[in-house]
């Protein structure tokens, strides 16, 4: 089962974002050689809003998630000291009855 947490972050006085995306990159070294192939990382910042961040914690597990898992809510708490944090969970959803959407994409989106 394919799911994806979700932590969308609107920074307040970062004045010194190539420290954010360093800190974003020790993260994500971290986490892949921890968590190996059962979660993936991905970081985007919005296009028009250069404050705005949304990390993408992508898993692929047996089961569906019963909630937060314990490393998002980790970096939500890192964020939450200076930035507005919305944390939430998006499961797959698998569309029989449709094309498959993800013949758009690639198979590994991350």
């Known amino acids: 089962m394919t799911w994806i947490e979700i932590i969308n972050a609107r920074l307040t006085g970062v004045s010194k974002p190539w420290e954010l995306k360093g800190l974003f990159s020790e993260i994500r070294a971290h986490v892949e050689v921890r968590a190996g192939k059962m979660v993936r990382l991905a970081f ?10 949304s990390i993408h914690i992508r898993w692929k597990t047996r089961t569906k998630p019963t909630g937060k ?3 998002g809510i980790k ?3 890192i ?4 930035a507005l ?3 939430s969970i ?3 959803e ?3 009855d449709l094309d ?3 013949r758009w994409f690639n198979d590994n989106p991350y």
């Open 44 to 53: 985007f910042r919005n296009n028009l809003v250069e404050n705005d961040w």
């Open 69 to 71: 898992t314990e490393l």
């Open 75 to 77: 970096l939500a708490e």
């Open 79 to 82: 964020l939450t000291s200076f």
């Open 85 to 87: 944090v919305d944390h």
């Open 90 to 92: 998006w499961v797959e």
């Open 94 to 96: 698998q569309l029989n």
């Open 100 to 102: 498959d959407p993800r």
